[in-house]
């Protein structure tokens, strides 16, 4: 793992904004659609560190075509979830 030296952290409402961004994009987007419908201009490397938070915490994938909002909050989804996985 390279180590890289951040510039500019985040701040939550940037976060917030570039989920909701997300969110609201049914497909898959490039980094530079996903910049052009981000309401606010952020810097890309402000950009890249929430991108790899968010798919450390399994919200997003980033693949070949984009990047993927792939987190479901949904109650039933979570009911599904718990009876599937094997306690024992």
């Known amino acids: 793992m390279q180590k890289t030296t951040v510039l500019h952290y985040p701040r939550l409402d940037t ?3 570039v989920e ?3 969110k609201n994009a049914r497909l898959a987007i490039s980094k ?3 910049m052009r419908r981000l309401p606010k201009q952020i810097m890309r490397q402000t950009l890249n560190v929430i991108l790899d938070y968010l798919e450390c915490c399994g919200m997003i994938m980033i693949g070949e075509k984009g990047v ?3 987190h479901n ?3 039933k989804m979570k009911k599904l979830l718990e009876k599937s996985v094997d306690t024992s």
């Open 20 to 22: 909701n961004t997300l």
């Open 68 to 70: 993927l909002w792939i």
């Open 15 to 17: 976060m917030l904004m």
């Open 32 to 34: 530079n659609e996903l």
């Open 73 to 75: 909050e949904s109650p």
